[in-house]
């Protein structure tokens, strides 16, 4: 099923938020170790609920569920993404895509494009390296910049956009360092050059190039069943698009019509094997999409017009009994079911 929609703005009130522990500016460095997502205390009494990604990859470290934990802040929103990530030869190599600016666009997040810039040789992986930390200099300098800034998240990412290709330079720079430092082969250093040819022409190569390989990676996920997911429908394409001019390639778990209500059910599945309820982080994973789902306008498949209706499956292999839940799961469930009638969505727990 090929669906396509469009979002004019996002409407959604998020109750499952972690409550964030508060640094001082100073203790950035610490701040970044030590939690996924964090309220910063900036000079001038300002603050900024500030998350960061390990992998510029959507789909590695739940990045949506420390973004999501930030929704709630009433402080400026902003993410910390690495332009790209390498874990040398025998590692996995990712870049930033242009459909994660514009979906932070969406959510009124500022991104900081960042890059690693200090890294230790895996023990176990001597041809890979791990616990890569970010040059926490040119974090701190956006954020500074962030705290004077005066505009939209849109045009502040607009504007990180056109100097993408100048950090990654400086991430391919401090690669080469890693590279010599702990005697690790990294990845091609031609084809990130290629990439960084890319990034600096200008904003729509990137856009382009970021496009043609989301699309790729739709095709493949339509058709690949993941382990963490139990699901019984038939997958679907979600291509949207939104006044910003970006388009997101999505998919559903499984989506189902009905003909006489003129309305797709789009799911999102969550699955796990050994507990009554899937983890929190695939939950708030989970719930990033709904933000979406729930926002939806112009749904079609074809030429024929549907409403959309987000719904959100929790399955477990031992069954879901909710007299059984701890007293911390069985709050954050209620809380949840608060969650899905405040924003319009559906809940399947099985």
Same mark, same amino acid.
């Given at each position: 099923m090929e669906i396509s929609a469009a979002i004019k703005g996002i409407s959604y009130t998020p109750l499952l938020c972690t409550s964030l522990p508060e640094y001082p500016a100073s203790d950035l460095a610490e701040a970044l170790a030590s939690s996924s997502a964090f309220l910063l205390k900036m000079p001038g009494d300002k603050s900024i609920a500030v998350s960061w990604w390990v992998s510029p990859k959507r789909t590695r470290s739940y990045p949506y569920a420390r973004v999501y934990n930030t929704l709630a802040h009433s402080a400026r929103k902003a993410t910390v993404i690495p332009v790209w990530k390498d874990e040398g030869r025998d590692g996995d190599r990712d870049y930033m895509q242009w459909d994660t600016v514009s979906l932070m666009s969406l959510l009124n997040v500022y991104v900081i494009i960042a890059y690693y810039a200090e890294a230790d040789r895996s023990s176990r992986y001597p041809r890979k390296i791990t616990r890569q930390r970010f040059d926490v200099g040119h974090v701190r300098s956006r954020?500074?910049?962030?705290?004077?800034?005066?505009?939209?998240?849109?045009?502040? @990412? !607009?504007?990180?956009?056109? /100097?993408? =290709?100048?950090?990654?330079?400086?991430?391919?720079?401090?690669?080469?360092?890693?590279?010599? #430092?702990?005697?690790? %082969? !990294?990845?091609?250093?031609?084809?990130? !050059?290629?990439?960084? @040819?890319?990034?600096?022409?200008?904003? @729509?190569?990137?856009?382009?190039?970021? #496009? #043609?390989?989301?699309?790729?990676?739709?095709?493949?996920?339509? %058709?690949?069943?993941?382990? $963490? /997911?139990? %699901?019984? =429908?038939? $997958?679907?394409?979600?291509?949207?698009?939104?006044?910003?001019? =970006?388009?997101?390639?999505?998919?559903?778990?499984?989506?189902? %019509?009905? +003909?006489?209500?003129?309305?797709?059910?789009?799911?999102?599945?969550?699955?796990?094997?050994?507990?009554?309820? +899937?983890?929190?982080?695939?939950? $708030?994973? =989970?719930?990033?999409?709904?933000?979406?789902?729930?926002?939806?306008?112009d749904v079609r498949i074809g030429s024929e017009k549907y409403e959309a209706k987000g719904v959100l499956k929790l399955t477990s292999a031992i069954g879901f009994n909710y007299l059984l839940l701890s007293d911390r799961i069985r709050e954050n469930y209620d809380l949840l079911l608060n969650e899905k009638d405040l924003n319009g969505f559906e809940i399947e727990v099985l």
């Open positions: 954020l500074n910049d962030l705290c004077s800034y005066q505009s939209s998240a849109l045009h502040w @990412n !607009m504007e990180r956009i056109d /100097e993408i =290709g100048e950090v990654a330079e400086r991430a391919l720079a401090a690669y080469s360092d890693i590279a010599k #430092r702990l005697k690790v %082969v !990294m990845h091609s250093k031609d084809a990130a !050059m290629a990439r960084i @040819n890319t990034l600096r022409k200008d904003r @729509n190569e990137f856009m382009e190039l970021s #496009r #043609r390989l989301a699309q790729k990676a739709q095709e493949r996920e339509a %058709v690949t069943v993941q382990p $963490k /997911e139990l %699901v019984h =429908g038939a $997958k679907a394409t979600i291509t949207i698009r939104n006044y910003l001019g =970006g388009l997101y390639y999505f998919t559903a778990d499984e989506a189902s %019509v009905r +003909p006489d209500e003129r309305t797709i059910r789009l799911v999102e599945a969550k699955h796990t094997r050994s507990a009554p309820l +899937p983890a929190m982080h695939d939950i $708030k994973d =989970g719930l990033l999409k709904m933000v979406l789902f729930t926002n939806l306008s």
